[in-house]
């Protein structure tokens, strides 16, 4: 669960949470933009290897990376940052640790964005999580095929990565189904996640090319305001939500704005 991107370095460690498919190997881009005294860790899900319960909320998400945090870094300030699920975790796991009465250095949420008044809350159905995942990667498929046999259709998923030199290609049939559980779970999370008040600052990066999705459902900085009781500092990237740390020019950015606050 502990990925240490970096682990030399005598500053305060940035703790970076995982995104909604559990991995932390997105932020290892980071670690040449960040000064070379700051120790860099990934947070990554747990279950992803198949066998570990998976947590039931968001609380007891934050309770276990809290510990994994604590066994580098016993007391604050704390340096947290987060891309989409992520972001939202970073930010419980920051008003965790304010009502313990530990300092938060740095909070920085990467296009993340609390549920807005009419969101939907409901569990999500299994197969629509899975088949709007691999459609937008740009993978066909008979959803009738996904229906009959979601097992099979993933392994093809998985073909269909290696032939494209994906980042998740290598994995196994077994780790594509604990990816697959582990995604579903922290939608789940999210869809019920109503954020606590955060009495410190956020730093807010925004992704700038919405879908017509998010522009429907109103993804907007303004979520945020009402949650947090210092300033939120937008900084708008010319990227997609998918992107965002996928693309080393948007890796760079987000890493020489998180090291002028380091």
């Given at each position: 669960?502990?990925?240490?991107?970096?682990?030399g370095?005598?500053a305060a460690?940035?703790?970076?949470?995982?995104?909604?498919?559990?991995?932390?190997?997105?932020?290892?881009g980071?670690?040449?933009?960040?000064?070379?005294?700051?120790?860099?860790?990934?947070?990554?899900?747990?279950?992803?290897?198949?066998r570990?319960?998976?947590?039931?909320?968001?609380?007891?998400?934050?309770?276990?990376y809290?510990?994994?945090?604590?066994?580098?870094?016993?007391?604050?300030?704390?340096r947290?940052a987060?891309?989409?699920?992520?972001?939202?975790?970073?930010?419980?796991l920051?008003?965790?640790?304010?009502?313990?009465?530990?300092?938060?250095?740095?909070?920085?949420v990467?296009d993340?964005?609390p549920?807005?008044?009419d969101?939907?809350?409901?569990d999500?159905?299994?197969?629509?999580?899975?088949?709007?995942?691999?459609?937008?990667?740009?993978?066909?498929?008979?959803?009738?095929?996904?229906?009959?046999?979601q097992?099979?259709?993933?392994?093809?998923?998985?073909?269909?990565?290696?032939?494209?030199?994906?980042?998740?290609?290598?994995?196994?049939?077994?780790?594509?189904?604990?990816?697959?559980d582990?995604y579903?779970?922290?939608?789940?999370?999210?869809?019920?996640?109503?954020?606590d008040?955060?009495?410190?600052?956020?730093l807010?990066?925004?992704?700038?090319?919405?879908?017509?999705?998010?522009?429907?459902?109103?993804?907007?900085?303004?979520?945020?305001?009402?949650y947090?009781?210092?300033?939120?500092?937008v900084?708008?990237?010319?990227?997609t939500?998918?992107?965002?740390?996928?693309?080393?020019?948007h890796v760079?950015?987000?890493?020489?704005?998180?090291?002028?606050?380091?």
């Amino acid at each position: 669960m502990l990925l240490p991107l970096r682990a030399g370095g005598t500053a305060a460690p940035l703790f970076c949470l995982h995104p909604g498919g559990g991995f932390s190997w997105c932020y290892s881009g980071l670690v040449r933009h960040l000064g070379p005294d700051v120790p860099l860790y990934g947070i990554q899900a747990r279950g992803l290897d198949g066998r570990r319960q998976l947590p039931a909320t968001m609380e007891e998400m934050v309770e276990d990376y809290l510990a994994e945090i604590r066994s580098v870094q016993p007391h604050g300030p704390y340096r947290l940052a987060g891309w989409s699920f992520g972001g939202l975790s970073a930010y419980a796991l920051a008003t965790r640790l304010r009502a313990e009465g530990e300092e938060v250095g740095l909070l920085a949420v990467l296009d993340a964005y609390p549920q807005g008044a009419d969101a939907d809350t409901s569990d999500p159905v299994e197969h629509e999580v899975v088949a709007h995942n691999m459609q937008a990667m740009g993978f066909e498929f008979e959803m009738a095929d996904l229906l009959a046999d979601q097992e099979a259709v993933l392994l093809r998923f998985r073909e269909f990565l290696q032939g494209g030199n994906q980042a998740l290609a290598h994995l196994e049939a077994h780790d594509m189904i604990a990816l697959k559980d582990v995604y579903v779970n922290n939608v789940r999370i999210m869809r019920k996640f109503e954020p606590d008040f955060f009495d410190g600052d956020i730093l807010l990066i925004s992704a700038d090319q919405k879908s017509d999705a998010d522009r429907e459902n109103r993804l907007n900085v303004n979520l945020w305001q009402p949650y947090v009781g210092g300033r939120v500092e937008v900084r708008p990237i010319d990227s997609t939500h998918g992107n965002l740390m996928t693309d080393a020019r948007h890796v760079a950015r987000i890493g020489n704005l998180l090291a002028d606050r380091l």
